[in-house]
């Protein structure tokens, strides 16, 4: 069965950085497209990063970007969000989710088949 595990979220004070990681099973994920997506209390779920199946390609929000890194080590298989300079605003639990597909849907949750059952990450002013 396809899991999708996070782990790294915690509480930390602005201007800190964390490290998420996902790992997947069950699955071909090396041929996935992998995302991160957040959701914080009483607010839709967001899009925050994406990276397609080889690495070459990612898309950042704009509230994240140049802020996060997406990445991923398809030998273990693991996703990893790199958060620097975390704002009060970054609060929310964080979703992993993967896709078959890149392209111009790719920040769209209803494109995603598999997801994780969250992380989350605190940040304090």
């Known amino acids: 069965q396809a899991q999708l595990v996070e782990s790294g979220g915690g509480l930390v004070q602005a201007g800190d950085s964390l490290r998420l990681s996902c790992a997947a099973s069950?699955?071909?994920?090396?041929?996935?497209?992998m995302a991160w997506f957040r959701q914080a209390p009483g607010k839709e779920r967001e899009f925050v990063a994406a990276i397609s199946w080889s690495g070459v390609g990612t898309y950042y929000a704009d509230s994240v970007k140049g802020r996060f890194t997406i990445s991923r080590d398809n030998a273990k298989p693991t996703v990893y969000l790199q958060m620097n300079s975390l704002k009060p605003e970054d609060t929310a639990v964080y979703y992993c989710?993967?896709?078959?597909?890149w392209g111009t849907g790719t920040f769209k949750e209803d494109r995603y088949d598999y997801w994780g059952q969250g992380t989350q990450v605190t940040v304090s002013s």
């Open positions: 989710a993967a896709y078959l597909g």
């Open positions: 069950g699955r071909t994920f090396s041929r996935y497209s």
